[in-house]
């Protein structure tokens, strides 16, 4: 929990370099403090739920001096050409809705990427199958989902019947945030306009021929719903990295941790192997093969653990190679400093 002060005010809204910020229950706008933010030890960049320290400036932007610790959020590779590092999505949240829609673009292995970095953030992960006017029942769907997300919640939802509504009613809480995390064209503008009471956002069809969205959130906001709970809409994303998310109260930063790894069904057949350094691949007396050819184990679900788990790796070593780069850069810039001095 986030102990606040008389110049902490919190992120809601971000237009690419000005910041929409709630502060003593009043809208100002600020911009990023050039030293602090662009200097050599600079402070994460905030996104929408950040707690931010501000300094106010009389008839204009505030200043904004300092990203206050995080409890849970969100990242990805920046998506600009050429982006090389972490953007941050989300901040501060206790309850991640990852919506799907049951339409032609219906994806388990998407769901199980988004399940695993909802849990990794140590938020409360709830699974929201959309738009279930459009199949005749949802049962089969949800025993689906249900079978690679247990113990987690999953809702059919549709807007326009009602079916399911009240059911995502009793996860919102006052005080308590969510984020809605998605693809494009999932409905999550269409429920929030129904948990706000009022059209917040605009609408937009989805193309028949593939049943993909078209971008109707062009920003990362928070809005302040009727019930006193706060949702966080984000762009419609359909990837998300491996190093999307992080829980710095609970230090949960790996797919390894037992207690939120959604693939323990397929990590218990790894002692049922017949060598303890089976790879999986050739090996004879391997459980895994055993499973798969049994139909005992979805190969699709195999290779989406695989890939996360290769890309766990990258961040790792990613991660490792960026802390010592930095390292290297400041021993240059003393370096630099010490010639300089010396030639003048």
Not at 6 to 20: C, G, N, S
Request: proline letters at 3%; one cysteine or more.
């Amino acid at each position: 929990m986030v102990d606040l002060n008389q110049t902490t005010a919190r992120i809601v809204a971000v237009y690419r370099e000005r910041y929409e910020l709630s502060y003593k229950q009043k809208t100002l706008y600020g911009k990023l403090k050039t030293s602090v933010y662009y200097g050599r030890e600079a402070e994460p960049f905030p996104t929408v739920g950040d707690f931010v320290d501000i300094l106010e400036v009389e008839g204009g932007d505030c200043q904004i001096i300092k990203t206050l610790p995080r409890s849970t959020y969100f990242t990805r590779l920046d998506p600009d050409p050429g982006g090389h590092r972490e953007q941050a999505i989300a901040a501060n949240f206790d309850t991640v809705f990852i919506m799907q829609s049951l339409n032609q673009n219906f994806n388990l292995r998407r769901i199980e990427r988004y399940l695993t970095f909802a849990k990794q953030s140590g938020a409360t992960a709830v699974i929201v199958l959309t738009k279930a006017d459009l199949i005749d029942s949802p049962d089969k769907w949800i025993d689906e989902v249900e079978c690679i997300a247990v113990g987690t919640r999953v809702h059919a939802i549709s807007i326009k019947t009602g079916l399911g509504l009240d059911e995502i009613n009793k996860h919102l809480k006052p005080g308590e945030t969510c984020v809605f995390l998605g693809s494009s064209g999932v409905g999550k503008s269409s429920l929030l306009n129904y948990l706000m009471g009022e059209d917040v956002m605009l609408v937009k069809e989805i193309r028949e021929e593939d049943a993909k969205g078209r971008h109707t959130t062009t920003h990362r906001q928070m809005f302040k719903l009727p019930c006193g709970a706060y949702i966080i809409d984000t762009p419609g994303m359909r990837q998300l990295g491996m190093w999307a998310c992080s829980n710095d109260a609970a230090g949960n930063d790996s797919i390894d941790d037992p207690a939120l790894n959604i693939f323990a069904d397929i990590e218990a057949l790894f002692d049922m192997c017949r060598f303890s350094d089976c790879e999986h691949q050739s090996e004879p007396g391997c459980a895994v093969k055993k499973a798969i050819e049994n139909s005992e184990l979805d190969p699709g679900r195999w290779e989406s653990y695989q890939k996360l788990k290769r890309e766990a790796l990258y961040t790792q070593n990613r991660n490792e190679a960026i802390r010592k780069k930095s390292e290297r850069n400041q021993h240059i810039a003393v370096w630099s400093r010490k010639r300089r001095k010396n030639v003048w």
